[in-house]
T-cell receptor, first 110, second 116 residues
């Protein structure tokens, strides 16, 4: 069974400080990994996915297959980064369901 | 707004009543998903459709739950004989089946169900 673990429910970081949101997964195959974000009073939206290798809003995430991790990082936090962040995966065997972690609420302290 | 829409946004019902939710996906998207989210949890998969065919159902989807997508466009999720444990946010998402490049799902605003 596939599972996504986000160990921190809450994370507070000062503005300008680095941010790292942790995500570990368990899956026997090669999944596709995503980070979704939900800003206050907005819908869930895709932030980035590992196959695109993009930096979105200054965030990056590297898939580490050895450690089965997909941590989200940003070197300098901004106040507008305060939101709920969910790590999620899709298997690569035709199963299209997203399996989400429990989420991390990130608060940027001015 | 050309995004995924859901109706109603909020529903309060009494235990034992039936409720139906509607989801309108992005028009060119052929895949439609339903998820349920309870407090403090991430969304949990319920079911998904490719066009009008329901391809997978989670074990979370008991016999009281039924979903349809009759013409491959909008979808409905019905819960019969609601129970207090059904109280949750019900999310709909849609995507386009790409052969390559990732499978981004676009989410609607959700329907919040409260069962009294």
């Amino acid at each position: 069974a596939q599972r996504v673990t986000q160990p921190e429910k809450l994370l507070s970081v000062f503005k300008g400080a680095p941010v790292e949101l942790k995500c570990n997964y368990s899956y026997s195959g090669s999944p596709e990994l995503f980070w979704y974000v939900q800003y206050s009073r907005q819908r869930l939206q895709l932030l980035l996915r590992h196959i695109s290798r993009e930096s979105i809003k200054g965030f990056t995430a590297d898939l580490n297959k050895g450690e089965t991790s997909f941590h989200l990082k940003k070197p300098f936090a901004q106040e507008e980064d305060s939101a709920m962040y969910y790590c999620a995966l899709i298997s690569n065997f035709g199963n299209e369901k997203l399996t989400f972690g429990t989420g991390t609420r990130l608060t940027i302290i001015p | 707004d050309t995004g995924v829409s859901q109706d109603p946004r909020h529903k309060i019902t009494k235990r034992g009543q039936n409720v139906t939710f509607r989801c309108d996906p992005i028009s060119e998207h052929n895949r439609l998903y339903w998820y349920r989210q309870t407090l403090g949890q991430g969304p949990e998969f319920l079911t998904y459709f490719q066009n009008e065919a329901q391809l997978e159902k989670s074990r979370l989807l008991s016999d009281r739950f039924s979903a349809e997508r009759p013409k491959g466009s909008f979808s409905t999720l019905e819960i019969q004989r609601t129970e207090q444990g059904d109280s949750a946010m019900y999310l709909c998402a849609s995507s386009f089946n790409e052969l390559a490049g990732g499978r981004e799902q676009f989410f609607g605003p959700g329907t919040r169900l409260t069962v009294l």
